[in-house]
């Protein structure tokens, strides 16, 4: 593991899901598996977070709200989609009310199967989450640097 | 009190004792529990529930409804009914009249247009729609019918 | 007069663990009406039971909802079986029952823990998911499964209980059970608890029946009514009564909760002393035909399933009607008149599971 150099706060939304792997995120987040003991924490505040773990398929009620969520949310960011409903649509891909999984409405990183995805899959997700966001948010830094000397040269 | 399997009764009646079914049930302290719909021989089934809260027996009310028929809102007896009505009348294309609440056909706001009413069904209920209004068309166009006045002779008849 | 302004509640709230949006039309921070709107879980699943076969249909009806899975998955069983005059073999009955016991006190914990989150007691939060962890491991263990299951079949359950799962289970039940102990002082004695939640929401007996709510929601304000008691799978030979309470506020719906919890405890070790030998499924030949409604008791109320066939490998019909679905009308009346700072509290109290409301 890189060293420790952020720590990134997790949003977690239902799109249209069982709320099966809702219980096993907020599982993980509990002790027992405790996933905080990675400085990352469960915020309700979407400007507040940088991880975006989204769960369930997509209907066309939930597809503005994700998209707000996502819109709301700064960059750097990273979008995990946990459990197989939310990753193709799941056991319900042929319903006649989902679109499919939650790349239909927003980009997608990192995808977690299981119905329900289990706690030691979703920390997996998580902690592969945290590097990429360690190294978007690196990029994101040279970037302003890089943007910072241009305004100064100019 | 423990009541092993209890009773479950079936009432069928028509259209119009419906009110007045609901209105007894209501009288007697029976609580609704589900109005359930299913299109049944190109017909709409439409299963309402009441249970006793002592006894645990379950009395069903089944109604037969015509796929162009609208049945009236049973919300003035059980006000809390408007959201079953809501959904048959989204997800079947059930006209009810009177709801108090209509969502009119936002209550789930789904895409796909009456999902539980499959293509059979949509066209037997376009052919009856047809020969409604052809039937009313040809009472429209009937000749009125001649009166005659007859005067009797003297007296009152 | 004030001045009324119309807040909406949700979906995304930090208090709400599934989407729902209310309206509340509110003024001077007290909530006149709310408005519910839904719609954001709906899957449309019953109308999959035209397209899988009705002993696939089993999955997609246990994953309506993930808290409540197990009990979607028996009704559906018991309602085809009731179709096709099947009699399910007796042990196959009790491990249903101890099963769904399980199912509910796991439900109850979870419940717990949330609506200690909603007024702000992180620590009983993280206490009461950290019992309900010696739950999962005993389902774990018995069915492979922490959340969704897929134990149940028509004709009855493809798995069973050996010796060592059943000594593991009672003294996973004897660890449940103590620690809950600890944890019930906090619950019913901490002055925090009581003055976020005493006389909060009341509703009478009658209103309760008038509103047609269901579950423990219901036998908080006094109305004996649990399905349990018409003796389905193996409650007949079980010895219990329902847990009511009058007070009729979120208090006594914690109460009615937690009492709840230990009655389950005991209804396991009640099923497990009893249970027979014998075998665990009976094999199902042919095609339903015919119409069955079935009742049974799920963590938050009667749930009620339906099934209509026409003599093919497709339903016709498949409905559930589920517990919070009758329990929204409360919930709107609960709010008015409420304080906007009690929304939060007052719509986890019904316990409202919006992906069983919408399937």
Redesign the interface.
């Known amino acids: 593991m890189a060293n420790v150099k952020r720590s990134p706060w997790i949003l977690h939304y239902d799109g249209s899901s069982c709320n099966g792997c809702d219980i096993e995120v907020l599982a993980s987040m509990t002790p027992v598996y405790d996933a905080e003991r990675l400085g990352v924490e469960n915020t309700g505040d979407p400007m507040q977070a940088d991880i975006f773990l989204i769960t369930g398929g997509i209907n066309s009620q939930t597809a503005p709200v994700v998209k707000q969520l996502y819109d709301q949310m700064p960059r750097p960011k990273v979008v995990v989609a946990v459990g197989i409903c939310a990753c193709t649509g799941g056991v319900f891909k042929d319903a006649y009310n989902i679109r499919g999984g939650a790349d239909t409405v927003i980009p997608v990183d990192i995808y977690v199967p299981g119905c329900a995805a289990r706690p030691q899959a979703i920390i997996d997700g998580i902690i592969r989450a945290r590097e990429l966001f360690q190294k978007r948010s690196e990029e994101h830094d040279a970037l302003m640097k890089e943007k910072k000397r241009e305004r100064r040269q100019a | ?6 009773v ?1 009764k079936f009432e069928d009646v028509q259209k119009g004792d419906l009110l007045i079914t609901v209105m007894r049930k209501r009288q007697e302290g029976l ?4 109005i ?1 719909c ?3 021989n190109n017909q709409y089934e439409v ?1 309402y ?1 009441f249970t006793d ?1 002592d006894t ?1 027996v ?1 009395t ?1 009310v089944r109604v037969m409804v015509g796929l162009n028929d609208t049945i009236p809102s049973i919300c003035d007896s ?3 009914a408007n ?1 079953y009505e809501n959904e048959m009348a989204e997800m079947f294309g059930l006209k009810i009249e009177m709801i108090d609440g209509d969502y009119h056909g936002k ?6 247009e009456e ?2 009413l ?1 293509e059979k069904a949509k066209e037997a209920r376009a052919l009856e729609a047809e020969e409604i209004r052809k039937a009313a068309e040809e009472a429209a166009n009937m000749p009125e019918p001649e009166i005659k006045v007859v005067k009797k002779e003297g007296g009152v008849e | 007069m004030g001045i009324q302004s119309v807040i909406p509640f949700g979906p995304q709230h930090p208090v709400l663990p599934e989407p729902i949006h209310l309206d509340l039309v509110v003024e001077d921070e007290v909530v006149k009406e709310a408005i519910p709107n839904i719609g954001f879980i709906h899957r449309g699943l019953e109308g999959l039971a035209e397209k899988r076969d009705f002993n696939e249909m089993v999955y997609v009806a246990e994953r309506t909802c993930g808290i409540c899975s197990f009990g979607h998955g028996m009704g559906y069983c018991e309602a085809v079986e009731k179709v096709m005059n099947v009699e399910v073999p007796e042990r196959a009955k009790y491990l249903r029952t101890i099963w769904m016991e399980f199912s509910r006190v796991h439900s109850h914990l979870l419940w717990l823990g949330l609506t200690a989150d909603a007024f702000g007691f992180e620590s009983l939060f993280y206490e009461c998911w950290r019992i309900r962890e010696h739950v999962l491991d005993v389902m774990e263990a018995t069915t492979g499964g922490r959340i969704i299951f897929s134990v149940n079949q028509i004709g009855g359950v493809h798995r069973d209980l050996n010796e060592d799962q059943i000594r593991f289970l009672k003294g996973e039940l004897d660890q449940i059970e103590k620690d809950l102990k600890n944890c019930e002082k906090t619950l019913f004695g901490d002055m925090t608890v009581q003055k976020r939640t005493r006389g909060i929401g009341v509703l009478t007996k009658e209103e309760v029946h008038d509103l047609g709510a269901a579950g423990p929601f219901a036998r908080a304000s006094g109305l004996k009514y649990d399905m349990r008691m018409t003796g389905y799978e193996a409650y007949g030979k079980l010895d219990f009564e329902p847990i009511i309470s009058e007070e009729g506020d979120c208090y006594a719906r914690i109460l009615v909760r937690t009492k709840e919890i230990f009655q389950s405890i005991q209804l396991i070790r009640q099923a497990l002393d009893q249970l027979p030998a014998g075998d665990l499924n009976v094999p199902v030949k042919g095609m339903p035909k015919g119409e069955a409604l079935v009742r049974i008791e799920q963590p938050r109320g009667e749930a009620i399933y339906y099934v209509n066939a026409e003599n093919s490998r497709f339903l016709n019909r498949f409905r559930i009607r589920t517990p919070t679905f009758a329990n929204l009308p409360g919930l709107c009346k609960m709010l008015q008149g409420a304080n906007y700072a009690d929304v939060g509290i007052l719509v986890v109290s019904i316990d409202p599971c919006i992906s069983c409301t919408e399937r």
Request: glycine letters at 0%; charged letters at 15%.
């Open positions: 009190m423990t009541v092993i399997e209890p479950q609580r609704l529990v589900q359930c299913a299109v049944v299963l529930s809260d645990y379950l069903n059980y006000p809390y959201y209550f789930y706001r789904i895409d796909a999902p539980f499959n």
